[in-house]
């Protein structure tokens, strides 16, 4: 699947189930494991599984793979591999002492969410646009 559908169809996913402060960072000149690393918050053990389900099950629909997820049984950190991008479902106290914006977000992706444009340092950013 290319890499600017399945953003897309990842932020789709994580915004159905009113995911926080999504941000997502081009990581091909980091790393050549995957392009993408998307963080969002989710307020609750509940909320980051259901967001962690909604971005498997919409993936799958679209036709893309999950390679592997980890945390849900905890469900404080919630990590869904879909092979070309990773997502890291955090509840915010773990988001801001663990900060992978900081490893990862030398090179925010902007997009769009939820309607609304922006930039890195100014809030959401994210649909299809890679930098």
Known sequence: ????????????????????DIRVFNTSHLTELFDRVVVASGTSNRQ?????????????ASGGDI????????????L???GDAVVHIM?????????????WGDKPVHVKLGGQAGTQDSGPVAPGLAT
Request: charged fraction near 35%; glycine fraction near 4%; aromatic fraction near 4%.
């Open 80 to 82: 869904v591999d879909c």
């Open 1 to 20: 699947m290319d890499i600017r559908k399945l953003q897309r169809v990842i932020i789709d996913a994580l915004e159905d189930v009113k995911a926080q």
């Open 48 to 60: 980051t599984k259901a967001l962690a389900n909604s971005v498997r099950e919409k993936v799958k």
């Open 91 to 103: 509840q915010p106290a773990l988001r801001q002492y663990y900060r992978l914006e900081e490893i």
């Open 67 to 78: 390679v592997s997820t980890e945390g849900e049984d905890t469900g404080e950190w919630v």
